[in-house]
């Protein structure tokens, strides 16, 4: 799976639970919440004040080395 900006974090957790401590490192703690899963990885980084390209990116170089 290769993830972008718009991807859901909903569907990126399906694919990979591993990647929650990605999202919990920024400060998102409400990973379960129906609202949180619906978003966007844009969405959610802007609500964070996390850079979107990075963390993508560091997201994409997680999955692609398992």
């Known amino acids: 799976m290769v993830i972008t900006?718009?991807?859901k974090i909903g569907?990126?957790?399906e694919a990979d639970e591993g990647v929650a401590p990605f999202f919990l490192n920024m400060g998102?703690?409400?990973l379960g919440c129906p609202s949180?899963?619906?978003?966007?990885?844009?969405q959610a980084c802007m609500v964070h004040g996390v850079?979107?390209?990075e963390l993508v990116e560091e997201i994409n170089?997680?999955?692609?080395s398992k």
């Not at 949180?36 to 844009?42: F, G, I, L, M």
């Not at 170089?61 to 692609?64: A, P, R």
Request: with cysteine.
């Open 51 to 53: 850079d979107a390209d």
């Open 28 to 30: 998102m703690h409400c």
């Open 5 to 7: 900006k718009e991807t």
């Open 11 to 13: 569907a990126i957790l």
């Open 36 to 42: 949180a899963r619906n978003e966007t990885v844009e």
């Open 61 to 64: 170089t997680y999955l692609s």
